[in-house]
């Protein structure tokens, strides 16, 4: 049973904005930390930046700060990523997850952390 969807993946230039979503089934959001992973090809899965299950704080990794923005609308189940400036080395399969422990204080970056994903949205991001 799929509980996480993303969407809004696609081919994109240089320097263009894209805005991914995830939507999800509602125990799968309620009390969880989430977060959005992305994995190139041949690649490790990595952190790309992460939000507190009542949106009071977020994190997002070096390589993406400033330029990449997670939100989420917890009423709508649905969790956003909005990318600004994407490079060539921002294209990847982006994945979105849920965190394995309700309630987290801390925002997990790794992804042992996260026991429920989405199948995965492919951006490209040509030069």
């Known amino acids: 049973q799929v509980q996480l969807a993303e969407s809004g993946g696609r081919w994109v230039q240089a320097g263009d904005s894209l805005r991914l979503s995830c939507t999800t089934s509602v125990d799968s959001i309620v009390g969880r930390n989430m977060a959005w992973f992305r994995q190139p090809r041949e690649k490790e899965r990595e952190f790309v930046a992460g939000?507190?299950?009542?949106?009071?704080?977020?994190e997002s990794a070096v390589s993406v700060k400033g330029r990449f923005t997670i939100a989420r609308d917890n009423p709508k189940n649905t969790l956003y990523l909005e990318m600004n400036g994407l490079l060539p080395e921002d294209t990847a399969v982006y994945y979105c997850?849920?965190?394995?422990?309700?309630?987290?204080?801390?925002?997990?970056?790794?992804?042992?952390?996260?026991?429920?994903w989405g199948q995965g949205t492919q951006v490209t991001v040509s030069s």
């Open positions: 997850a849920a965190d394995s422990l309700p309630w987290r204080r801390e925002i997990v970056t790794t992804t042992s952390g996260y026991d429920r």
């Open positions: 939000i507190k299950w009542n949106a009071s704080r977020n």
